[in-house]
Structure formats: structure tokens, C-alpha cells
């Protein structure tokens, strides 16, 4: 076992392997408790190696039981976590080890495991080491070919990377498959699953005519929910060849769901491994957002085939190489599916629940990080989402074309490799002649930069001054920040909401961006007859804070008249967030902010227009998230009271237009069979959104329990539970409906979890004791990191009101859990620790509570290192 303090990796320090492994022939003996695992590696010297340079290869709770150099028994220092050999020829030899491991004990979920009886593995980002000894970095790129025996009626199906080869019966009913992969890769990609799992199969004919097997396969039973996880994979093989010329380079592609995993999948080479949550569905058990999520999900992972396989990262501090790289594609690959601004809207709502708050707080970190402790610590949502965001900038910032032709450059010169940033930006600086050294800031500099826009209006000059003011506030080891290049996508609207156009001044006001690249800047637009109303960082142009003190009339003005839909729901999510703030801070919420009437009149034109995107108008109508609100505050924040004012305002829109949304809502409920098409799941998005304001407006259930009765889709039954849950805890409709979802799938954890999730996030100060009671449910299992995710993750960071309880119930309870599950699950534990990270923004009270959980927290002796990396970082 590796050490509980453990050691800082440092990018700086970053030296090549000094042994290469260009080919690996591995053997797997599957056993649920003794696995034997025999690996033949061709090893030779990195050019640069010294001659009598030790060889150290990783390993981690490894069983060594043989080991021989070109054929001899050698003499080696082994320990689980190190083998080193002092003595090896200055040349090519092959290394032959035998370990033992055992599948069924290894509750962490990393290295080979046995998932519901079913084998699998997940080794990014350094799982191989815990199946044999190995240089486990990602800049060791070997050809492997496997062979896998196993008992025929335990594993029927035995599956690894690359093409299929021989497969037969052996002696005392085992048999054997093997499998070979040309692509060199490095070991966080290798695969294996053995068991008794079904599949559902499809081909793919490539744009060069080559046809592909495409294989689904699931627990048995599970079968016939696999048909959308299979057309998803056939729209993104088809999107990355019509969209960036990528096309799939094997002879089969499959994905294995698996019941437990510790996040949502991984990319291994031609063989995709699920969590079954983003797999499986059917209009029975799936709602519209698992939906989409599968989609994007099939999309990310299979987009991982060229930004993440065929080119690699050098070294972990790259992992937003290709993580940022492949969330943007994903998310194109959505826009493309679906509503363009639909999807943006929830992408930026992601970031700014997930990632702001990361970037607030002490966990921040640059995108591409200088140190860490623990890697697995590193897949957040600052290298996902935030590198995701830095990539749509680049595009915006050197322009279409360049944009396309660096990306065509990086396939082009870096296939084979494993790369790193500034190989990624060179391609981009080649493709469009421009330095991006600045632009490189935002790989290196954490924290979300904040942006304060001035407007003045001279009436005499008929001009616009805008005056913009840039600074990125300290985060942990970077105090002194320096300015970025922010584009800020901007318009400006005449008095009829007509689009003006805007000449360019300069390179930095060009195409209606403004790059804003000093700490200060100031533009003047002239000729402008009547004041014009600025639309400021359309699009969401750049992942900043923007404070721009606009006038409420022009923030108005762009919700119902701003062309780009993303941006007018960014006007109006502007608008309520304000609101709910002032009415925090003026009556600690019991009163509605004054001068909000034209506000709430304005949910009821959104709501009622037609012209509109169903899918928006629900987005419109879904106020700003509590997170986000807490986190806008800042300082001293008090959840209940920001509860209370968004409830607040809640009600406002309930009071103005409870009658009118209910009329709008029986006009949306259709008697259509289910489809899960864009348009459909927006009118049934709409519908639910309705249906909450009319269940508080009417002060009664009725309406969500006939429509749960009713409905034919879990969209509705679980969304309408969902409504009564929330907004009538108590009441006789919800007692009924509840019991009526827990009899009717009570077999199926995977919907358990969305009642769970219901569960956790009902707000107030019973929230832990409700909590704590569904943990002693029999479908709550703690070893399966779906469940905890549903409950205590759903809590910590879905209930503000409950988790944050002044007296720290709620802390003490995320910390108890937090402690049982880490000496089985460390990467589990840790990510629910990182739900304190914005324990430093609350009022003393709480602070004082969660800072005596956390001191406590940290002393549990036996801590893993994951968490006690969060921790410290978290206390520091
Ligand atoms: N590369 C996977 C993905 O696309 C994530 C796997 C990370 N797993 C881990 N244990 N850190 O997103
Ligand atoms: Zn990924």
C-alpha cells in the first residue's frame, strides 16, 4: 500500500521513462479471489539512458510470484508497490512476471475488480500498476496482446482492447479468448472484462467504407435497454468523421456496463467500460436527462479515440489534453443533436454549479496543474469543464478557420504521441501566426477571472464609452495573477431591438468581440444616435464573473429582444439572480426585492410564448440554482435565508401567474407515447416546470398526482414525484405516489437512486435525520458508489439548507460517511469530501461547525491518501 502522507509530483520534475515496454503479451487466470496474471514485456532502454540505470517499475498491493530476465530467474528488490531491478542489459530483453491479485477484495475499484460477478477493469489513472508491475505513466505506449481463461459458465464473454483473435474451450470446463490491439497505448487504456453479460450488436460502415462490429453488452437482463446507448455510439462515429475527418481505426468497438464504478466511464481502447447509469434505457426507466446524459456520454468517451488514444498525454499534469479537449467536442456533438442554446444554457449552468465554486474555494487549481498528491484528485470539473471552456476561447480568439486548420495540424503531426499543451497551442500559434503565450494563462493561472464593465452615454458626442476592468483573485500558491486574454463577445440593440451594426476599430473590437487583454480598457462607439443597449459577453464567451451594473430597463430589454437565445436567458438568469440576492440582503429573503414587476411579468410572456423553444422556456422559467446563489454571496452566506429568498420569489411568479401557468400546463400534457426526441422532451421539461409553480400555487397535489398516474414515461412519474417531494413533503398525494415508485421499481437501484436523490435534497433542518434513515433502506449499499453518489452527493451538494445546518448535523453526517467509505473506496471518499470545499463562504456559525468536522475528520487514523489530500488542501 502506497503511504498515507505520499509525495508531491511536480511537473517540473518531469524526466522520461528510462525503460520502454513496445510490446506486452499478458495472460489472465480469472479467479474471483486468486486471479493469476502473467506478463511478458519486450523492455529496452529510452535513448538517454545510462548504461547500469536501475529499472523501477510500478505495482501497488501486488502479489509477486515469479520473475525472469530473457528466460532467467533474476534477483530483484520487490515489494507490493516497487519492483526494482539493479542489473539489466543495456539493450532489449524481455521481462517475464507472475502476479497474484484478487478481484473480489478490491472494493476500490480500481485495477481489476468483479462488478455484480462480472470482471472489470478500470486503470486510469494508475490502476495497471495494481494488476502487475509496470512503468504506469502515460508516456509508455506498448502494443498488448492478451489472452484470457476463465471458468466458461462464470465468464462466457471474455473481452479486452483491439481486434478479437483465437478463442476456444479448455480442459475442466474453462475456455480462453485472445485479443490483440496494433495501436501502441499506453497502460491507463488497457481493458478486460470476463463474464456472463449480454450483447446487443450493430455495425458502422466508416466514411472509407471499412465496416465496423459495434457490441453493447450488459448484465444479463438488462438487454433490451441498450438500443439508445447503441444509435448514440452510431451518431458520434458519424459526427467525428463528418465533423473533424476522425475515423474509428479498428475492427470492433464495444462497451461493458457495469453496475459499480467510481465515475461515469472510460475510454479504454475499443473496449468502452459504463457505469450502466449512462447505458441503460427505456422510456420505463429513463428520463429525458439520462437520456441526453447517455448521449453525451457515448459521444465523450468515443470521441476519446483520437483526443486521448491515438494522441496521448505525456504526463498527468496534460490530463485537460484531453479531457477539456473532449468535453468540447462532446459538447458540440449536443449542440449539433439537440438545441444549440439549449444545451449551452446547461452547459454553463454546470460550470457555475461545479466549477466556479471549485475555482472559489481551496481546492483551486490551474487547468493545467504544477503538483499533486494524488491524481485522482485532478478529474474535476476545473480540468473538464473549465478546459472544455478555454478550447471554445481559443476558437473564438484566432478565429474559425485558423481554428479548424490547428486542430487538423495537431491530428495530423501529434498521432502516435503523447503530448502536451504547448505542443496542442503551437499547432494552434502555427495555424493562425498569433502568440498564444498569453492566451496560455488560462492553462496556468487558477481562479475565475472577474470582469467590471462602465458604461456612459454622451448625448452630445453621440458616443458609448465602455470601460472594462480585469483581475483574477488569489488562489492557493498563486497570489500575484496576471491579466488574460478574455474575448467578450458583445452586441449592440437600437431602441426597436434591431441588431446595430459595429465597424471594427482595432484587432482588439473586431467581428463584434472585444479582446480584452490588459488589466484596463476603454472603447468608444460613436455615431450612436440614442443611447444603444450593450449586450456584454454573449454566449458566454468567457468563463469569468462579469459585474456589470446594467440597468434593470436594459436587462429587460435584452431578455425579450437579445437575437442569440443562450444570452437572452443569461439576461434574465441575470435579472433573478439580483433579485433573490437584494431580497437576501435586505430582509434576509422574506421580502421580494422592490422594483421586480417588470421582472415577473416577463416569466409570463416566456412562459406563454410560442414562438419559443419549448426546452428554453422551461430553462427560463427554472430559477438560479442555490449553490449558485450561496456562492455569489461570497462571504457569510446563509443558506436558509437564501432559501427563503428564492422561495420568495418563487412564490411572486406563483402569485402572478399560478392561473395562467395552470391553463399553459393542461395545453402541454399529451397523450402521445414517448419519444425522447429534443422537442418532445422539451414540451415534457416545460410541462413539469409549470406543473411546480402550479403545485405551490394551488396549495395542493392533485395536479402532480393525476399526471404521475397517468404518465407513460419515467420523465413525468419521476419528475412529478420529484414536485410533490419538494413542494409537499406531507402531504397524502405524496405519501401515495412515493409508495406506488417504490413498489413498482423497487428491484431497480438505478431508479432507487433517483428517489433517493429526491429524498436528499428535500430542503430544511430534518434533511439529515431523512438522510440518515434512507441509509438504512436495503437498497442503499455503500460499496456502490451510484448509491452513495445519490444520497450523500445529492445532499451535500444538491440540499444548501440541509447540509449546512447551523449545529453541523449535516457535516457530521457527510463526514461519517465520508470516513466508513474510505478505507474500501478512497477515490469515492474523496470526492465526497470535496463537498466542503465552500465551507469558508459560510456565516461563523456554520464555519466554526465545519471546520471542528473537517480538524475531526482529518484525525481518523488510516486515512487514505486521496483524502487526506482533499482534506489538507480543504483546511489550508
Ligand atoms: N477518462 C475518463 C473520462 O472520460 C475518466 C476516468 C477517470 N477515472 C479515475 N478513476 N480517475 O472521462
Ligand atoms: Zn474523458
Not at 470446463?173 to 446487443?200: Q, T
Not at 450612436?528 to 468567457?542: D, H, I, K
Not at 456562492?631 to 435565508?641: L, T
Request: proline content about 5%; some cysteine.
Amino acid at each position: 500500500m502506497r503511504s498515507e502522507v505520499g509525495t508531491t509530483v511536480k511537473l517540473s520534475n518531469y524526466a522520461p521513462a528510462a525503460y520502454l515496454v513496445p510490446a506486452i503479451d499478458l495472460t489472465f487466470r480469472l479467479d474471483p479471489k486468486r486471479t493469476i496474471v502473467r506478463a511478458v514485456m519486450q523492455v529496452r532502454p529510452n535513448l538517454g539512458t545510462p548504461p547500469g540505470t536501475e529499472l523501477v517499475f510500478d505495482g501497488d498491493g501486488v502479489e509477486m510470484l515469479d520473475l525472469k530476465l530473457n528466460g532467467e530467474p533474476i534477483e530483484a528488490k520487490t515489494s507490493p508497490d516497487e519492483l526494482r531491478i539493479e542489473n539489466v542489459p543495456h539493450e532489449a530483453f524481455t521481462l517475464e512476471i507472475e502476479t497474484a491479485i484478487d478481484p473480489e477484495a478490491n472494493l476500490a475499484l480500481s485495477g481489476l475488480y468483479r462488478s455484480n460477478g462480472v470482471y472489470c477493469t478500470q486503470c486510469e489513472a494508475e490502476g495497471f500498476r495494481r494488476i502487475t508491475y509496470f512503468p504506469d505513466r502515460p508516456d509508455v505506449l506498448s502494443v498488448y496482446s492478451v489472452r484470457i481463461e476463465a471458468l466458461a459458465d462464470q465468464a462466457p464473454v471474455l473481452l479486452s482492447n483491439g481486434n478479437p483473435g483465437e478463442s476456444g474451450a479448455l480442459e475442466a470446463g474453462w475456455h480462453f479468448a485472445e485479443w490483440h490491439d496494433p495501436w501502441p497505448k499506453p497502460s491507463y487504456l488497457f481493458a478486460l472484462v470476463g463474464g456472463d453479460i449480454v450483447g446487443s450488436f450493430d455495425t458502422f460502415t466508416t466514411m472509407s467504407g471499412r465496416t465496423v462490429d459495434l457490441g453493447v453488452y450488459v448484465e444479463r437482463g438488462k438487454e433490451d435497454r441498450t438500443g439508445w446507448a447503441v444509435d448514440s455510439l452510431k451518431r458520434s462515429m458519424k459526427w467525428d468523421e463528418e465533423t473533424f475527418g476522425r475515423e474509428y481505426d479498428l475492427d470492433v468497438f464495444n462497451i461493458v456496463a457495469v453496475s459499480d464504478f467510481n465515475m461515469g466511464a472510460m475510454e479504454n481502447k475499443g473496449l468502452n467500460i459504463f457505469n450502466d447509469k449512462y447505458i441503460l434505457a427505456d422510456p420505463q426507466t429513463a428520463t429525458d436527462v439520462d437520456y441526453a446524459n447517455i448521449e453525451t456520454i457515448i459521444a465523450h468517451e468515443y470521441f476519446h479515440n483520437w483526443t486521448g488514444n491515438r494522441i496521448t498525454c505525456r504526463d498527468w499534469f496534460q490530463l485537460c489534453l484531453k479531457e477539456g479537449l473532449t468535453v468540447y467536442r462532446d459538447h458540440e456533438f449536443s449542440a449539433d443533436m439537440r438545441s444549440r442554446p439549449v444545451t449551452r444554457i446547461a452547459e454553463v449552468r454546470t460550470l457555475k454549479v461545479a466549477q466556479f465554486p471549485e475555482d472559489a474555494g481551496p481546492l483551486a487549481h490551474p487547468v493545467r496543474p504544477t503538483s499533486y498528491r494524488e491524481i485522482n484528485n485532478f478529474y474535476t470539473a476545473t480540468v473538464y469543464e473549465k478546459g472544455s471552456e478555454v478550447i471554445r476561447m481559443l476558437r473564438i480568439v484566432i478565429g474559425e478557420k485558423a481554428f479548424q486548420s490547428g486542430m487538423a495540424l495537431y491530428f495530423d503531426r501529434h498521432d502516435g504521441d503523447a503530448a502536451t499543451i504547448e505542443d496542442f497551442l503551437t499547432c494552434f500559434e502555427e495555424a493562425s501566426g498569433r502568440s498564444l503565450s498569453q492566451f496560455a494563462l488560462w492553462y496556468h493561472q487558477a481562479g475565475t477571472p472577474q470582469v467590471t464593465a462602465q458604461t456612459a452615454y454622451d448625448e452630445q458626442a453621440q458616443t458609448l464609452t465602455l470601460t472594462l476592468e480585469q483581475s483574477t483573485p488569489p488562489t492557493p500558491e498563486q497570489n500575484e495573477k496576471e491579466p488574460v486574454h478574455i474575448p467578450i463577445s458583445f452586441a449592440l440593440f437600437g431602441a426597436g431591438g434591431e441588431e446595430l451594426a459595429v465597424p471594427n476599430q482595432s484587432e482588439a473590437v473586431r467581428d463584434n468581440v472585444i479582446h480584452l487583454t490588459d488589466r484596463e480598457m476603454t472603447i468608444e462607439f460613436q455615431e450612436m444616435e440614442n443611447r444603444p443597449v450593450l449586450s456584454l459577453l454573449r454566449g458566454f464567451s468567457a468563463p469569468i464573473n462579469l459585474n456589470f451594473d446594467q440597468p434593470i430597463e436594459d436587462r429587460i430589454f435584452l431578455a425579450r429582444h437579445e437575437g442569440d437565445l443562450y444570452t437572452r436567458w443569461q439576461a434574465l438568469d441575470r435579472l433573478a439572480t439580483d433579485a433573490i440576492i437584494s431580497s437576501y440582503r435586505d430582509s434576509g429573503g422574506e421580502q421580494l426585492a422592490s422594483g421586480t414587476d417588470a421582472l415577473l411579468d416577463l416569466y409570463g410572456e416566456m412562459a406563454a410564448d410560442e414562438r419559443l423553444d419549448t426546452a428554453w422556456r422551461a430553462l427560463a422559467l427554472s430559477l438560479p440554482n442555490e449553490t449558485t446563489l450561496v456562492r455569489e454571496i461570497e462571504r457569510n452566506a446563509n443558506p436558509d435565508a437564501i432559501h427563503k429568498a428564492r422561495e420568495t420569489f418563487f412564490h411572486a411568479i406563483t402569485s402572478r401567474h399560478g392561473e395562467a401557468f395552470g391553463i399553459l400546463y393542461e395545453s402541454l400534457v399529451s397523450n402521445e407515447p414517448y419519444s425522447p426526441d429534443p422537442q418532445s422532451a422539451g414540451r415534457r421539461a416545460l410541462e413539469l416546470a409549470l406543473l411546480d409553480y402550479c403545485t405551490m400555487a394551488e396549495n395542493s397535489g392533485e395536479r402532480a398526482k393525476k399526471l404521475f398516474d397517468e404518465a407513460d414515461n419515467m420523465t413525468e412519474r419521476a419528475g412529478t414525484l420529484e414536485v410533490l417531494m419538494l413542494r409537499r413533503p406531507a402531504s397524502q398525494e405524496t405519501a401515495a405516489a412515493r409508495a406506488t415508485f417504490e413498489e413498482r421499481y423497487g428491484s431497480n437501484p438505478l431508479i432507487m437512486d433517483k428517489l433517493l436523490g429526491m429524498v436528499a435534497k428535500i430542503p430544511g433542518s430534518d434533511a439529515p435525520e431523512r438522510v440518515r434513515a434512507a441509509m438504512t433502506h436495503p437498497n442503499y449499499v455503500e460499496t456502490n458508489p451510484n448509491r452513495v453518489r445519490a444520497l450523500i452527493g445529492s445532499f451535500a451538494a444538491g440540499n444548501p439548507t440541509g447540509f449546512h445546518q447551523p449545529d453541523g448535523t449535516g457535516y457530521r453526517l457527510l463526514a461519517e460517511v465520508i470516513g466508513r467509505v474510505a478505507t474500501r473506496n478512497p477515490q469515492l471518499a474523496a470526492r465526497m469530501a470535496t463537498h466542503f470545499r465552500s465551507w469558508k463562504g459560510m456565516d461563523s456559525t456554520r464555519r466554526e461547525a465545519a471546520h471542528q468536522t473537517l480538524l475531526e475528520l482529518r484525525k481518523t487514523s488510516g486515512l487514505p491518501l486521496d483524502v487526506r489530500d482533499i482534506l489538507d488542501r480543504t483546511l489550508s
